[in-house]
């Protein structure tokens, strides 16, 4: 059922200090960035094995906000599926609630969403052979 590790997602504080260290650092590589809807600077992708990405969030603040939810550090773990309607199938009938339905995403990847017993945020996706992350 489940293909691998998709992306680890973080929150950042200072993009350009958080890019230092991934890539000039840890050696990982930047592949690509996705704008929100207003044209800003969202994500930054960087490649750390074929098909694995580390996501890095602008925007991220100290400690929590209260209102937006938003903590620098963990955002979410991804874990990419051969079939999102299956696995959304199936969290289902295990009882999970899916916080997001199977949907196409900006990346034209499909995901769906759901939260483990903490509250952790978890991606499944299905990766689309014309997204930006299957070209890169």
């Known amino acids: 059922m489940y293909k691998g590790i998709g992306h680890t997602a973080y929150n950042v504080i200072d993009m350009d200090k958080s890019l230092q260290f991934y890539c000039d650092v840890l ?21 750390v094995f074929n098909l694995q990405f580390i996501e890095l969030f602008y925007n991220g603040k100290q400690g929590v906000d209260n209102d937006t939810k938003v903590t620098k550090g963990y955002n979410h773990l991804c874990l990419e599926v051969n079939d999102i ?12 609630t899916l916080d997001v339905e199977p949907k196409m995403a900006a990346d034209l990847n499909w995901q769906c969403w759901v939260r483990d017993p903490d509250g952790n ?11 930006p992350q299957a070209k890169s």
């Open 27 to 47: 050696g990982f590589k930047k592949c690509f960035e996705l704008k929100n809807d207003k044209n800003e600077p969202w994500i930054v992708y960087l490649k």
């Open 85 to 96: 309607q299956e696995i959304a199938n199936h969290l289902k009938s295990k009882g999970v």
């Open 121 to 131: 945020r978890i991606e499944f996706m299905q990766l689309d052979p014309e997204s």
